[in-house]
Nanobody, 122 residues
Framework: VQLQASGGGLVQAGASLKLSCVVS????????MAWFRQAPGKSRDIVASMDLDVSTTYYPDSMKGRFAISRDNAKNTAYLEINHLKVEDTAIYYC????????????????WGQGTLVTVSS
């Protein structure tokens, strides 16, 4: 299974971005999806996850309200929409996949995209 993330870039605070993650080489509909982010010198933290059942999502309290994960099984693609971007959102954003149920823990994910850099300027 291969993941290709895209959609990052340099944006001003307050803007919105929609990241994409295209999955190939495996049955997308059998994999839970998640997005993590890693800022320089910091750990890789979960941003959002979504089960095979799209109604089951998870966001850490700090991410609720501005982040939205979604998936389109017909396009083998997962998305992360980020609204009202803040300077502190600057990080590399990674998509991840695992067979079965989602997890909040990075080590539980077998498949990772290469990451897409989001830089937010003030």
């Amino acid at each position: 299974v291969q993941l290709q993330a895209s959609g990052g870039g340099l944006v001003q605070a307050g803007a919105s971005l929609k990241l994409s993650c295209v999955v190939s080489g495996g049955p997308f509909r059998d994999h839970a999806m998640a997005w993590f982010r890693q800022a320089p010198g910091k750990s890789r933290d979960i941003v959002a996850s979504m089960d095979l059942d799209v109604s089951t999502t998870y966001y850490p309290d700090s991410m609720k309200g501005r982040f939205a994960i979604s998936r389109d099984n017909a396009k083998n693609t997962a998305y992360l929409e980020i609204n009202h971007l803040k300077v502190e959102d600057t990080a590399i954003y990674y998509c991840a996949a695992r067979a079965g149920y989602s997890s909040r823990v990075a080590v539980d994910y077998a498949y990772w995209g290469q990451g897409t850099l989001v830089t937010v300027s003030s």
